[in-house]
Nanobody, 122 residues
Framework: QVQLVESGGGLVQAGGSLRLSCAAS????????MNWYRQAPGKERELVAS????????NHADSVKGRFTISRDNGKNTVFLQMNNLKPEDTAVYYC???????????????WGQGTQVTVAS
C-alpha cells in the first residue's frame, strides 16, 4: 500500500536549520508531484512547497521563499525539505503529501504522511 513516512523534525533555535525527509513507497514515485504541507496549532493546513516529477519545477509559499528548499531523489523515492533561518512562526507539524495511484489501485487518491513536529524556539 502507499506509504509516506516523514522524519527529521525536532526542536531548533531561531535561525537554525532542519532537513525533513519523506520516504515514499507503494507507487511509482518518479511519476508524481510531491508536496510539503504544515499545520500550526489552531490554524489550517497550508501548502509549503511542491516539486515536479523530475525536480525541474518547484514552488514555495511566499512565507518560506528564500529560506526553504524542496528537492527529491527519485532513486531513493524520497522528497526533502531543507529549512534554513527558521523562525518561531515556522513551528508546526509538517506533512508529506501527494495524489497518486498506488500499485494495484484503479484510481488516484490523496495520501498524507503521519507528520513530523518542528518547533522553533525564540
Amino acid at each position: 500500500q502507499v506509504q509516506l513516512v516523514e522524519s527529521g523534525g525536532g526542536l531548533v533555535q531561531a535561525g537554525g536549520s532542519l532537513r525533513l525527509s519523506c520516504a515514499a513507497s507503494g507507487f511509482t514515485f518518479s511519476g508524481y508531484y510531491m508536496n510539503w504541507y504544515r499545520q500550526a496549532p489552531g490554524k489550517e493546513r497550508e501548502l509549503v512547497a511542491s516539486i515536479s516529477t523530475n525536480g525541474g519545477t518547484t514552488n514555495h509559499a511566499d512565507s518560506v521563499k528564500g529560506r526553504f528548499t524542496i528537492s527529491r531523489d527519485n532513486g531513493k523515492n524520497t522528497v526533502f525539505l531543507q529549512m534554513n533561518n527558521l523562525k518561531p512562526e515556522d513551528t508546526a507539524v509538517y506533512y508529506c503529501n501527494s495524489n497518486v495511484r498506488g500499485w494495484g489501485d484503479s484510481t488516484r487518491r490523496t495520501y498524507w504522511g503521519q507528520g513530523t513536529q518542528v518547533t522553533v524556539a525564540s
